[in-house]
């Protein structure tokens, strides 16, 4: 089974940027790249969507190479409230709608 | 909008009873989901329905699994006999279109004894 893969934690400190990687080698050629975020007994929300290059929003970036292999998203400045899990999205083509292992990120004060 | 809906928020039941999750979808969104979260195989799409029609429930994992979407507001996933190993975290999201993001609900927590 075709599958993702993303560092299983991170620690951090308030006001730091923080950049999560997941890869992704299988990626189908046309589709989006997606992250969430999820808190303990809620369900994932969506922080950022991209195809490739950069993509920036309100609360984060994605940066993806020319090769699509891989992406990071970066989180600028974490404060204690981005204590959550981030899971990286894909669609490999064969398997669709592909959920990474997520990253636990702790923010410590 | 109440956002994605799910019921019952906690389901404990014993081996072999059957079981029935709940999903009410936000209105006018055309792509319905239905993943299941554990801590030994993370999050997985169980299936996915547009307008109604499922169009992929290769992550289903047997027969003992199922799931309807009679119309565009309502939505189940029933499995019987429903067994331990089927203890898990089970979401229903949906979103605007294929490519759009999942809006999920809060998870429907179900333990098989």
Known sequence: LAKTTQPISMDSYEGQEVNITCSHNNIATNDYITWYQQFPSQGPRFIIQGYKTKVTNEVASLFIPADRKSSTLSLPRVSLSDTAVYYCLVDTGTYKYIFGTGTRLKVLA | ?113
């Open chain 2, 1 to 113: 909008d109440a956002g994605v809906i799910q019921s019952p928020r906690h389901e404990v039941t014993e081996m072999g009873q059957e079981v029935t999750l709940r999903c009410k979808p936000i209105s006018g969104h055309d792509y319905l989901f239905w993943y299941r979260q554990t801590m030994m195989r993370g999050l997985e799409l169980l299936i996915y329905f547009n307008n109604n029609v499922p169009i992929d429930d290769s992550g289903m994992p047997e027969d003992r699994f199922s799931a309807k979407m009679p119309n565009a507001s309502f939505s189940t996933l029933k499995i019987q006999p429903s067994e331990p190993r089927d203890s898990a975290v089970y979401f229903c999201a949906s979103s605007p279109l294929e490519e759009d993001e999942q809006y999920f609900g809060p998870g429907t927590r179900l333990t098989v004894t």
